[in-house]
């Protein structure tokens, strides 16, 4: 997906995990996707670098789709599209 198309993505669940170190973004998309029916799309807020990194890396290991990341004002809006 495209920046713009990000940007305009409406996720059926948002995991807001700013202002928590790593692990801790990844520990609560773990703990949300549990609730996001197969097809939906979660939307992890995280102002941890790291996060970056470790929601696609996870997504790829859960056979997720991780649809792409956007910068936003001091924290990054990561999203996940739930496989199975």
Known sequence: ????????????????????????????AKKAVT??????VM???SSDEGTNNDIPMWAKKMQYEFLGVVEDAGFWRLF???AK
Do not use: I, N
Request: glycine share 8%; charged share 30%.
């Open 43 to 45: 939307e992890v807020l």
């Open 1 to 28: 997906m495209t920046q713009e198309e990000l940007k305009e993505l409406k996720a059926d669940k948002v995991v807001d995990a700013r202002g928590m170190a790593c692990p801790g973004p990844l520990l609560e």
């Open 35 to 40: 609730s996001v029916a197969v097809g939906a």
């Open 80 to 82: 996940v599209r739930k």
